[in-house]
């Protein structure tokens, strides 16, 4: 299978990125499939098994082309792409982030215990996972652009991602 050089949903033509609606649809239905509790494994069975292209090279690969299609901003729109999912629908999936397999799973026994009888009951937990927003995914973009430019200001720079950090902060559930 040759490199591709942009994200699987688009093709080239007449020199412009533009979306390719049977890719597309696919990725809307992994971005759909995840916001209904599949995981990214199950998805990838299922697509390899379909010998859908792209994803029929091997299942673990396939699992893990999902994984970075779910993470990968272009797909909203950003850096010159056109949107394929709206920002909702991938706002949700990053909620999901980082996310313990096991909530969703029922107590199993261990050893006569339960998982959950493991966890320490006084420890308290604290999320460390950013759910970006519009605001974070635009200081990302000017930041990109900025680092891009032929003259940047390395002051500019700094203040730029010290910005964002405090969003990206801001944000944490």
């Given at each position: 299978?040759?490199?591709?050089?942009?994200?699987?949903?688009?093709?080239?033509?007449?020199?412009?990125?533009?979306?390719?609606?049977?890719?597309?649809?696919?990725?809307r239905?992994i971005?759909?499939?995840?916001?209904?509790g599949?995981s990214?494994?199950?998805?990838?069975?299922?697509?390899?098994?379909?010998?859908?292209?792209?994803?029929?090279?091997?299942?673990?690969?396939?699992?893990?082309?999902?994984?970075?299609?779910?993470?990968?901003?272009?797909?909203?729109?950003?850096?010159?792409?056109?949107?394929?999912?709206?920002?909702?629908?991938?706002?949700?999936?990053?909620?999901?982030?980082g996310?313990?397999?096991?909530?969703?799973?029922?107590?199993?026994?261990?050893?006569?215990?339960?998982?959950?009888?493991?966890?320490?009951?006084?420890?308290?937990?604290?999320?460390?996972?950013?759910?970006?927003?519009?605001?974070?995914?635009?200081?990302e973009?000017?930041l990109?652009?900025?680092?891009?430019?032929e003259?940047?200001?390395?002051?500019?720079i700094?203040?730029?991602?010290?910005?964002?950090?405090?969003?990206?902060?801001?944000?944490?559930?």
């Amino acid at each position: 299978m040759a490199k591709r050089k942009f994200p699987y949903g688009y093709r080239m033509e007449k020199g412009k990125i533009t979306v390719c609606e049977p890719e597309a649809e696919i990725i809307r239905s992994i971005f759909r499939g995840r916001t209904e509790g599949h995981s990214n494994w199950e998805m990838a069975r299922e697509l390899y098994e379909n010998q859908t292209d792209y994803f029929s090279d091997d299942v673990k690969k396939a699992s893990f082309k999902i994984s970075s299609i779910l993470y990968d901003e272009r797909y909203t729109g950003a850096d010159g792409y056109e949107a394929i999912v709206d920002m909702e629908v991938f706002t949700a999936v990053q909620k999901l982030r980082g996310k313990p397999w096991m909530e969703k799973q029922s107590p199993r026994p261990v050893a006569e215990r339960t998982a959950e009888d493991a966890v320490p009951k006084k420890v308290q937990t604290f999320s460390t996972v950013c759910i970006p927003n519009k605001e974070v995914f635009d200081k990302e973009k000017a930041l990109k652009t900025e680092l891009r430019s032929e003259n940047a200001d390395i002051e500019k720079i700094r203040n730029m991602i010290l910005d964002l950090a405090s969003t990206k902060y801001d944000c944490i559930s």
